[in-house]
DNA sequence: CAAGATTGACTTATCAATCTTA
DNA sequence: TAAGATTGATAAGTCAATCTTG
């Protein structure tokens, strides 16, 4: 009736939490320190960026980015007003938009990616050896 | 001076999170879907019983959970309203309380395990065998 | 009517300031 | 003065309703 889990499936949900949180918290931590925005910005200006000058749709950042409409539209809205992306009407669709990446937002990028990658490496890459971040990758490949 | 991670790092960070809040999603999805409340109630309510009846100071609690002092205290206010738990002075130390878990609280917290547990089960018990879960945790402990 | 996107109302999270006691 | 805990003000997240166009 339980049905519960076994021990080693319950450890490994509680690791999988605090291992990601951990770096999180660490990354989260870093760019706040420096007076950069959270990692959710740079998540998003990565994409416009990458998107080039026709832009990227939101819808197309939700699925990429699994969040839900209102998230997309809020997260964007606050950009916007940062000046780090654009929003213009979109040509073939009437009731959507193209977003599109402003200069500032290429450097604001630029600025937090060393800060991002610092943790990164020191948390993981200085940690693990190739061939064990190659098999936590195939591990948890399997979970998402 | 880019100090750019290797690909299987970035790759593993990118897993991880995909990884943990697939889980995290599925579990507040049942959750929510069964009228329960959300898991952080459930580690909450565990930690209080455990303690018995003594109960547990919000300090400890802030320690064991990861929490934020106003996170656990905004927390607990929101369990005491739904009359899961109770606050009562302390009696060696005139500054804090001690927390204790009500029968209502025990009840709740019996109603949710099933539902996190099946969700634990079917997204990690079922899909590796223990020598996994096993080689999965000692490689997720070096992260946190 | 359905899809893309936004918004109002409400809940939860966060930061800094505060209160009480050690 | 510092530690345990709470709170006011503000930011961010969430749900349902809405608006506009396909």
Sequence with gaps: MENTPDDSTVALWVRLMRASSAVLDAIEGRLKAEGLPPLGW???LLEVERAGDDGLRPMALEER???PQYGTSRLLKRLEEAGLT???PCPEDGRGFRVTITEAGR???RRMWPVYAGVLQARIGDRFS???RKAAVALLARLG
Tied chains: 1, 2.
Aim: glycine share 0%.
């Design 42 to 44: 740079y998540d998003v």
């Design 65 to 67: 980015l699994l969040l």
């Design 86 to 88: 654009v929003r213009a």
């Design 107 to 109: 450097q604001m990028r």
């Design 130 to 132: 190739v061939e064990e």
